[in-house]
């Protein structure tokens, strides 16, 4: 399986925002912030069409999103998770005693993984935190 | 008939807009229409009247289920989860006035609790930087009608302050700013061609995490000293001519934002950039400003550093107020899984932590205040809906450039539902008996 290596931001949207203020259990959230936008030259490398689920791993953790093409790029070798579960899946948590975890710059891993699928924001959470018995 | 509610504060961003008009149905208990808010303001109000809104506390069962509770029994629950713990964490308050984020302080020194905001995951490494070495700043009515050069360092106003931009940074037409967007220079940094940047005179593609080379070579710039043909990632004539056009300027303001305070060198970045601005003001006028996200995170630090000296990361364990970032900030006091007990008000760090600070959070008792299903509230072991602060209930909140304005209220809540502060009333009270406390 090809796999790339790419560097993990993650940040605002105005999709994000609205999907919080309209109901953070509804699939909506999901399509806004479950995503990754990547540049269309790593979407080639990785022999991804667009809008495939992939997995994303750093040293932190793992999660399904789906990769769509970059939307305020190019922006080759970096990619971008809306703030959310979704990116707190996989960023660096580190604080280095600032308080502050690293939630810009986590080196990642992507692969294609389209038969997996984007879980829900709250559905998301509870999973990680209580394993599949939630 | 219906009514119309002018002069409406927004209680989203930091932008604080204040010339929101709604249309309400004339009972006073429906919004019909939300005029001048930006998309996400405009759901904000919106969404208060969603039908499948929770309106009831509810209490999470040994299967996972919910089982509906009174104010009464919850309050009861979250004074005895606060009065038996030995660390508790009281997290959040953002999303809430500053009437109920003072009554939360007041529990907090009964309780003995870690008080945090959201300030933890946004904009806390420039409090830091700010007690470092100061901050010169200004208001945004005076950005409105002098500023003539205008930077946005890693932040993305187009998304994140949706009219930041046409109300007071680069479109309005001010004082000394008749022409509007054609008496400003506009500079954005950032990694990404961002909706702002597509707007700037001049874009720097800086490459992520290296904003602190960036806005070294700049200083250097303004000097006219040598620089290495590129510094990170933009080459060099491009740095000496954005320290040309800043310099030029009458009225210069940088709004800085996440890319900066959680890329590598957080607090260090903010250090440098707040150098930078003191570096500019040997050739004209600077300031500089944090573009704050929740719409009262700013209010929350006002309250805590008038009540306790500091604006957050507050550890009151001890019987008084210390303050120690990384140690007893949130989420280092989560990943080190210090805390047995969690108070979270007006913000969602099931959804903004980093998962293994959430892991730790989900296991202990934790109260979620929150009149949204969130994450948080997925994971917590007591949701208590409570009104929608700044549409339901009024109270004073603090914009970004640290001007206080009071919030409007502009429909009654559903039926029975409390505001935050009547809540942390009936916490506080019980609380105190339990406690012992006069």
Redesign the interface.
């Given at each position: 399986m090809v796999s790339i290596t790419v560097n993990l931001i993650s940040g605002r949207t105005i999709q994000q925002g609205v999907a919080i203020e309209s109901g953070k259990e509804k699939p909506s959230y999901r399509e806004a912030a479950g995503i990754i936008e990547m540049d269309p030259s790593d979407l080639k490398k990785l022999g991804a069409w667009k809008n495939t689920n992939v997995r994303v791993s750093s040293d932190y953790g793992s999660v399904i999103v789906k990769a769509i093409e970059a939307t305020q790029g190019p922006h080759p070798g970096l990619a971008f998770i809306p703030m959310g579960p979704w990116a707190n899946q996989i960023v660096n948590p580190n604080t280095y005693s600032t308080g502050m975890p690293t939630f810009k710059g986590t080196p990642v891993k992507v692969e294609v993984s389209p038969n997996e699928k984007v879980l829900l924001g709250v559905e998301l959470v509870q999973k990680s935190c209580f394993g599949d018995s939630s | 008939m219906s009514k119309k509610i002018t002069d409406v504060i927004c209680p989203?961003c930091g932008t604080l807009c204040d010339d929101i008009e709604v249309l309400v149905s004339d009972d006073g208990k429906k919004i019909l229409e939300v005029y001048n808010a930006?998309?996400?303001g405009t759901?904000?109000f919106m969404?208060s009247g969603?039908k499948?809104r929770i309106t009831r506390p509810r209490m999470r069962q040994a299967d996972?289920s919910w089982k509906e509770v009174s104010y009464d029994e919850a309050a009861d629950y979250a004074a005895q989860v606060l009065a038996k713990a030995k660390k508790p964490l009281m997290y959040g308050w953002s999303s809430t006035n500053c009437e109920a984020q003072s009554m939360g302080n007041e529990i907090a020194e009964v309780a003995r609790a870690c008080v945090d905001n959201t300030a933890?995951?946004c904009h806390?490494?420039t409090l830091?930087a700010v007690q470092d070495i100061g901050l010169p700043s200004c208001t945004l009515g005076e950005i409105k009608n002098r500023a003539d050069r205008v930077i946005f360092w890693g932040c993305?106003p187009?998304?994140?302050h949706?009219r930041h931009m046409s109300r007071y940074s680069i479109f309005p037409r001010g004082f000394f700013t008749v022409k509007g967007q054609m008496s400003r220079k506009l500079v954005v940094v950032d990694?990404?061609?961002?909706?702002t940047?597509r707007m700037a005179d001049v874009h720097l593609?800086v490459a992520?995490?290296q904003d602190y080379e960036l806005l070294c070579a700049l200083r250097v710039a303004l000097k006219k000293e040598w620089l290495p043909d590129t510094v990170a990632g933009v080459p060099k004539e491009k740095i000496y001519e954005v320290a040309e056009i800043l310099k030029s300027g009458r009225f210069g303001i940088i709004f800085f934002g996440?890319?900066v305070?959680?890329?590598?060198g957080?607090?260090h970045n903010i250090d440098e950039a707040i150098a930078l601005t003191k570096d500019l003001n040997e050739y004209t006028k600077y300031s500089i400003m944090p573009m704050r996200?929740h719409y009262n995170v700013t209010g929350s630090g006002e309250v805590l550093a008038w009540q306790f000296g500091f604006p957050?990361?507050v550890d009151l364990t001890r019987g008084f107020p210390r303050y120690n970032?990384?140690?007893s900030?949130?989420?280092?006091l989560l990943?080190r899984g210090e805390i047995d007990a969690a108070f979270v008000i007006g913000s969602?760090p099931?959804?903004?932590?980093?998962?293994?600070?959430?892991?730790h959070l989900?296991?202990v008792p934790l109260v979620c205040v929150d009149p949204?299903?969130?994450?948080t509230s997925?994971?917590s072991k007591l949701h208590v809906p409570v009104a929608f602060n700044g549409v339901e209930t009024g109270g004073s909140c603090y914009r970004m450039d640290n001007v206080p304005i009071d919030g409007r209220k502009v429909v009654d809540a559903p039926e029975g539902m409390l505001s935050d502060e009547e809540f942390l009333v009936m916490v506080r009270d019980r609380l105190k008996k339990i406690k012992g406390v006069a």
């Open positions: - | 989203f930006c998309v996400i759901e904000k969404h969603a499948d996972g933890a995951v806390g490494t830091i993305n187009a998304h994140a949706p990694p990404r061609v961002t909706d940047a593609q992520q995490g996440m890319g305070t959680q890329s590598l957080k607090n996200g957050y990361s970032p990384g140690d900030s949130s989420i280092d990943n969602d099931g959804a903004h932590f980093p998962i293994s600070a959430v892991k989900a296991h949204h299903i969130t994450p997925g994971v």
